[in-house]
């Protein structure tokens, strides 16, 4: 299925939960944001938040600097 991943158009595996994601990512252990067509997503919620074909999602990934 396609989803729109930070403004590009990426192929995911039909059934993927965000937590997918972010793992084949590689960010599962880095300081993230992401929500789901505008909706912030709790990291606690990404096993249980289900992609759709179309989904909109946005990932940010924070870096520490001064």
Do not use: S
């Not at 997503?41 to 990932?59: K, N, S």
């Amino acid at each position: 299925m396609r989803i729109v991943l930070n403004g590009e158009e990426r192929e995911c595996q039909d059934g993927w939960t965000l937590a997918d994601l972010v793992n084949d990512l590689g960010l599962t252990h880095k300081r993230i944001a992401a929500e789901v067509n505008r909706d912030i997503i709790p990291r606690t919620d990404y096993g249980q938040q289900r992609l759709q074909a179309g989904d909109v999602v946005e990932v940010v990934n924070f870096v520490g600097g001064g």
